[in-house]
């Protein structure tokens, strides 16, 4: 069986592959804020393993996993699980990862990295900022941005989406901006703290333990 070295991996922000939201010239300006680094739900996982891992298609996961808990830890955790899903299949074609363990880890339900993402949620946002996440990503707007995120995961590790990117309207549009102008927005989006160094370890950790975990 092929070994995972410990510590091996830390998730980061995916930035500069694809874009979240349209980046035409007549959207450019009302939309800077919600550009291409705004996807706050396409994680990639990035390795420190003997191997590097990337892809996995699991389109199941794609706003369909049911979670019981506020709906952006549902987000984050969906979108944390389905990484690291893409990584192990990959590592799994490369002879990295034994096929014992790449099927475990696809058998992962998002509940697995609640408990991380509520860890991280609480430490960076008050609990009215994370109702406020809450209500927005309760919105058909909001769950549209999230399912966007998700399928730019496949984008950020080139591989095709099992499904075509949504599309936002000029009042969508309108939505996604005033949601990135409040406080809630500002630190989801901009400042992206749930993609955080201080984040990542913890996802990180908990990558390690369910591989840990798979392998038994």
């Given at each position: 069986?092929?070994?995972?070295?410990?510590?091996?991996v830390?998730?980061?922000?995916?930035?500069?592959?694809g874009?979240?939201?349209?980046d035409?010239?007549?959207?450019?300006?009302?939309?800077?804020?919600?550009?291409?680094?705004?996807c706050?739900s396409?994680?990639?996982?990035?390795?420190?393993?003997?191997?590097r891992?990337?892809?996995?298609t699991?389109s199941?996961?794609?706003?369909?996993?049911?979670?019981?808990?506020?709906?952006?830890?549902?987000?984050?955790?969906?979108?944390?699980?389905?990484?690291?899903?893409?990584s192990?299949?990959?590592?799994?074609?490369?002879?990295?990862?034994?096929?014992?363990?790449?099927?475990?880890?696809?058998?992962?339900?998002?509940?697995?990295?609640?408990?991380?993402?509520?860890?991280v949620?609480?430490?960076?946002?008050?609990?009215?900022?994370?109702?406020?996440a809450?209500?927005?990503?309760?919105?058909?707007?909001?769950?549209?941005?999230?399912?966007?995120g998700?399928?730019?995961?496949?984008n950020?590790?080139?591989?095709?989406?099992?499904?075509?990117?949504?599309?936002?309207?000029?009042?969508e549009y309108?939505a996604?901006?005033?949601?990135?102008?409040t406080?809630?927005?500002?630190?989801l989006?901009?400042r992206?703290?749930?993609?955080?160094?201080?984040?990542?370890?913890?996802?990180?950790?908990r990558i390690s333990e369910?591989v840990?975990?798979?392998?038994?």
């Amino acid at each position: 069986m092929a070994r995972f070295k410990e510590n091996a991996v830390r998730s980061r922000a995916e930035t500069g592959v694809g874009r979240c939201v349209d980046d035409s010239p007549q959207k450019r300006t009302s939309m800077s804020r919600v550009r291409a680094h705004f996807c706050l739900s396409s994680v990639r996982f990035r390795t420190h393993m003997s191997i590097r891992i990337a892809i996995l298609t699991v389109s199941s996961l794609i706003c369909s996993a049911a979670v019981a808990g506020p709906v952006a830890n549902e987000a984050f955790a969906q979108a944390a699980l389905l990484g690291m899903q893409l990584s192990v299949k990959k590592a799994a074609q490369e002879g990295g990862a034994s096929h014992e363990t790449y099927a475990c880890v696809q058998r992962l339900t998002p509940e697995v990295f609640v408990a991380a993402v509520d860890a991280v949620m609480s430490a960076a946002l008050t609990q009215q900022q994370r109702d406020d996440a809450d209500r927005f990503f309760s919105s058909d707007v909001g769950r549209k941005y999230l399912k966007h995120g998700l399928l730019q995961t496949y984008n950020a590790v080139g591989q095709k989406p099992p499904e075509a990117l949504p599309s936002f309207s000029d009042v969508e549009y309108s939505a996604l901006s005033s949601f990135a102008s409040t406080s809630t927005g500002q630190l989801l989006i901009t400042r992206q703290v749930m993609q955080s160094p201080a984040a990542r370890q913890v996802y990180g950790r908990r990558i390690s333990e369910l591989v840990a975990e798979c392998k038994q």
